[in-house]
């Protein structure tokens, strides 16, 4: 029988277009983080990132997080979710007050907070991240701790992240549904970012690709921050459609072709590398084709050089031009495809390596891969608990973080209210 929950306990749950899945892990006091349990089911009911079907999506959660449990042999009642929907925006909110050069003290950090808080104005949209990033002191940047040093002016970097609120509130739904508690819903970008990349790439600037079964995330990192976000309307699942359509076959049986003899560069050898290819007629009487290797291929390609292409144009947008230096992180279930990061690196013209979760004790070996990066991130976030200004306090009191239930009930609030 599955015992209650220990303190320290989180449980992240990552929604997909292709997966549901769950992570137990054990916050030690040294910070680490064990994994006790994971969980994983076939994601029925979303599209595109969006709820689709509450009912079918709400029985993939309740069975992913059951799994968990069973493994891990402990309940649990909260969850950390992610968001992998299209829309999201990242801004970055600067502000900054007159200090007539004395020293910094607690209430005046506190202070600038608040005064960031009321400046967010999203315009109608829900509001996912609110987190101070770093401090500047008289125009200094990158100041983490202000507190007891001189200055004439401090200032404050507030990372925003929001997105249109009833994808959101129907994600919450459908966890509630499922009988758990939402601790917080957190950008898939954002968590993404935490298992893949290192402090030092996001400082150095680094973009980060996440390409899912039907959402591509691009982001762009520069000293430290997520300074850009975009969303493509395409993904792995495309290219899994573009063979079942090319070769009369079930989205299945081109799966399957996708993930053991895919490939996204060719070699001459594949022209004479025959595949079976099942008919989509169940009839008995249907003969299965054969087609070439280099046929698969060339169907991948050619879906890869649209997305590429799309890719190259949001990086463009977000001022990611310099070649020198600047690194792309290829992450998510397409990442996966035998040959990607190679085939990348020649269509953006950048260096390109493929992004694993990093930093969790007992991470199984069939979670270890690109396609579990969202997953692992959510439960680093949640590890961090990093401060939320939609949490601070309305009166004059040292910044404090709320308790996950009254934090998340202030969300709620916020939301209704537009801030």
């Not at 950090?109 to 608040?114: E, F, G, K």
């Not at 085939?343 to 579990?372: K, M, N």
């Amino acid at each position: 029988m599955a015992k209650t929950a220990p303190e320290g306990l989180i449980t992240a749950l990552d929604i997909g277009s292709s997966k549901v899945s769950a992570l137990i892990a054990q916050k030690g006091d040294g910070g680490e983080l064990m994994v006790l349990g994971t969980g994983q089911r076939e994601s029925r009911g979303v599209q595109r990132g969006y709820i689709a079907d509450m009912r079918a999506t709400e029985v993939a959660v309740r069975e992913a997080v059951e799994q968990a449990e069973r493994i891990a042999g402990t309940n649990i009642e909260d969850v950390w979710v992610s968001f992998s929907a299209g829309g999201l925006i990242s801004d970055i909110l600067r502000l900054e007050v007159d200090l007539g050069g004395h020293r910094v003290e607690q209430s005046d950090v506190d202070d600038l907070l608040r005064a960031g808080r009321d400046s967010i104005n999203p315009g109608g949209r829900m509001v996912l991240h609110a987190h101070p990033t770093r401090y500047t002191l008289d125009g200094l940047a990158g100041v983490k701790q202000p507190k007891g040093l001189h200055a004439e002016r401090l200032g404050v970097d507030i990372h925003v992240v929001s997105t249109e609120g009833a994808p959101v509130r129907n994600l919450d739904l459908c966890v509630r549904s499922a009988h758990l508690e939402v601790k917080s819903i957190i950008a898939a970008p954002v968590a993404t970012g935490l298992a893949c990349l290192s402090e030092e790439e996001r400082e150095l600037g680094v973009a980060l690709v996440e390409i899912g079964a039907g959402v591509t995330n691009v982001s762009v990192y520069k000293d430290g921050v997520l300074t850009g976000l975009a969303s493509i309307a395409c993904g792995s699942a495309d290219i899994t459609d573009d063979i079942a359509s090319a070769f009369g076959t079930r989205r299945g049986q081109a799966e399957r072709m996708k993930c053991f003899y895919g490939s996204a560069n060719m070699t001459p050898r594949d022209n004479h590398e025959m595949i079976d290819v099942a008919p989509i007629a169940a009839d008995e009487d249907a003969e299965s084709g054969r087609i070439t290797r280099a046929q698969l291929i060339a169907v991948i390609r050619q879906r890869l050089d649209r997305l590429m292409v799309d890719i190259g144009k949001e990086l463009t947008k977000f001022n990611f031009e310099d070649p020198v230096g600047r690194q792309i992180v290829l992450t998510g279930g397409g990442a996966e495809l035998k040959g990607i990061a190679d085939y990348a690196q020649q269509a953006l013209g950048r260096s390109v390596r493929i992004g694993r979760p990093r930093g969790l004790t007992a991470l199984p070996e069939a979670h270890s891969g690109p396609a579990f990066a969202t997953l692992a991130g959510l439960a680093t976030f949640a590890a961090a608990d990093p401060v939320d200004l939609r949490a601070l306090q309305s009166s004059h009191q040292l910044v404090t973080r709320a308790n996950p239930k009254a934090m998340f009930q202030r969300m709620v609030a916020a939301f209704r209210a537009n801030y």
